[in-house]
């Protein structure tokens, strides 16, 4: 029996790529001009019904232009939130609807490039959608299938990202570790392989915490204070005064809640915060975000500062003159890793689990994988090289490892 036509996706919460093996070698699709990678982000022109992708979402976000820009929707997989419709583009759309329709772009593209129908899919998922949910992540990978087969695809099959990830490592026999720092999800392979390049797999472990809750993390420390969070907010009916309510800080801080934020009840909420405030020029930074629809472009602001302090520039910051003309928060290496230390070390512990569970010492460990763009940060790698002190790191295909993976064994998935 001949083997479907199948591609190979990694739909990520933050980029997504596809491909295929050619010649025995991962072969990925260009999805625009020049980019392997696609940033999983969609923008509906307010005034046709026309869904734009990727990078080309991006800019019409930061060009401006009338309509609705969404990011990290992989996040709202198993859980309620994925059902509910906004209108969009002149229809009522669900959120699996869009993942549905963003796949299916992918799928198109990928035909384009390559001359070929894939009838099936390979995609990558993480070890746990959910970490604290078992019910929430058995839905999730149902809730993704039901998207893969809405966009055109008649089957799919699912293959967890590290484990992706360590088929596209160069082999080197030993004890070691694929640490893949996701958008949403930090995944981790422990395996072993002997001097003829044989690999085995010794465990995989997995928790919802990546790099948009990195930015989340940053955005509460060291923005939401200049909209307002932890304001004294007047009594209406009487008085002393109370702290500002979290809720809208929180969910402005976090990717795939900023869309639920625009609507008629949370504006109101934050002009009734602004007219009460102690502070009340805060306040009305927060009213105006919600009002001009400016949530997207803050968390940018946060994930650029991101980048830039872990470079090597001695002095970095968050750009924040979307809110106020020369607006900045100072954010060096060393801030960053402090406000971002409960993240890394749960990511730590987490790979300490995936370690004890594969029966290995971290001591014993040879090699580091590092996968995906968080794993980049020096945070992130600190707490590698403390608990496995004697493996070296590899960051070489830290961007496309995951999709070179499965690419490679997306021709033989189905036979």
């Not at 699996?96 to 990558?124: D, W, Y």
């Not at 590290?162 to 026999?173: F, I, S, V, W």
């Not at 720092?181 to 001097?195: K, L, M, N, R, V």
């Not at 007047?234 to 800080?249: D, V």
Request: charged letters at 20%.
């Amino acid at each position: 029996m001949t083997a479907p036509n199948t591609l190979g996706i990694d739909f990520g919460t933050s980029n997504s790529a596809a491909g295929i093996a050619v010649a025995g070698r991962p072969w990925l699709v260009e999805m625009e001009p020049g980019e392997k990678t696609l940033p999983t982000a969609v923008f509906f022109e307010e005034a046709s019904r026309s869904m734009r992708i990727g990078h080309s979402a991006t800019r019409a976000l930061i060009n401006g232009e009338e309509g609705r820009f969404m990011r990290a929707l992989k996040s709202l997989l198993g859980t309620p939130l994925l059902q509910e419709e906004r209108r969009l583009g002149g229809e009522r759309l669900s959120f699996a609807t869009l993942i549905a329709r963003f796949l299916a772009e992918v799928k198109r593209r990928a035909e384009a490039a390559t001359h070929m129908e894939f009838t099936h899919a390979l995609s990558g998922r993480p070890v746990r959608f959910h970490s604290k949910d078992k019910d929430r992540d058995v839905q999730a990978e149902k809730d993704l299938r039901a998207c893969y087969l809405d966009a055109g695809f008649q089957d799919v099959l699912f293959m967890y990202e590290p484990e992706a990830a360590l088929r596209a490592a160069a082999p080197a026999p030993g004890l070691g570790l694929i640490v893949d720092i996701g958008g949403g999800t930090s995944d981790f392979t422990a395996f072993e392989q002997g001097e003829n390049g044989a690999t085995r797999i010794l465990a995989s472990h997995g928790v919802r915490l990546g790099g948009t809750d990195f930015d989340r993390q940053l955005s509460i420390r060291h923005v939401m204070p200049l909209l307002g969070r932890g304001s004294q907010i007047r009594n209406a009916f009487g008085g002393g005064t109370l702290p500002a309510p979290n809720r809208l800080f929180n969910d402005l801080a976090t990717w795939q809640m900023i869309p639920f934020l625009y609507t008629p009840e949370s504006r109101r909420a934050a002009q009734d915060l602004a007219a009460n405030a102690v502070e009340p020029e805060k306040l009305a930074r927060l009213a105006t975000v919600l009002e001009d629809e400016l949530g997207h472009e803050l968390a940018f602001a946060v994930e650029n500062g991101k980048i830039r302090a872990n470079g090597t520039a001695p002095q970095s910051h968050i750009d924040l003159k979307l809110l106020a003309r020369a607006l900045s928060v100072p954010l060096d290496s060393a801030g960053m890793s402090q406000t971002l230390a409960e993240q890394t070390t749960a990511i730590g512990a987490c790979a300490a689990e995936t370690l004890a569970q594969a029966g290995i010492a971290a001591d014993r460990v040879e090699r580091i994988v590092l996968v995906g763009g968080s794993s980049l940060l020096a945070a992130v790698q600190a707490e590698m090289r403390a608990l496995c002190p004697n493996a070296r790191l590899e960051t070489g295909n830290a961007m496309t490892a995951v999709a070179d993976g499965l690419a490679l064994a997306a021709g033989t998935a189905f036979a």
